[in-house]
């Protein structure tokens, strides 16, 4: 069992930074791949960074390619989100989540099966 509490999330002028964090409970988590999605109003939730359990891979989706940097300490269970050049479009709750096996499926949420509550980012233009 793992439960994630996310945190981080805020008001942010278009062009600004915000880090988020994802703190996880349970001995058995850096055994799991990490995942952030995020969901925006009237929107489904859509995959945005995956990080391998050992962090050793990565994978983002292409709109935050260059933006975005997804890490993990094991030895603070936490994985973080850094979010650069922010635009009005990642208005989203941002979402954290945990699971084994992806096989290239990182992007899929069916693959995940943990998820935390979320924290919502705003972004003003």
């Known amino acids: 069992q793992v439960q994630l509490v996310e945190s981080g999330g805020g008001l942010v002028q278009a062009g600004g930074s915000l880090r988020l964090s994802c703190a996880a409970s349970?001995?058995?988590?850096?055994?799991?791949?990490m995942g952030w999605f995020r969901q925006a109003p009237g929107k489904e939730r859509e995959f945005v960074a995956a990080?391998?359990?050992?962090?050793?891979?990565?994978s983002y989706a292409d709109f935050v390619k260059g933006r975005f940097t997804i890490s993990r300490d094991n030895g603070k269970n936490t994985v973080y989100l850094q979010m650069n050049s922010l635009k009005p479009e990642d208005t989203a709750v941002y979402y954290c989540?945990?699971?084994?096996?992806?096989?290239?499926?990182?992007?899929?949420?069916?693959?995940?099966?943990?998820w935390g509550q979320g924290t919502q980012v705003t972004v003003s233009s």
């Open positions: 989540a945990a699971g084994q096996g992806f096989g290239g499926t990182e992007y899929d949420l069916k693959r995940y099966n943990y």
């Open positions: 349970g001995r058995t988590f850096s055994t799991y791949g």
């Open positions: 990080i391998s359990w050992r962090g050793g891979r990565t």
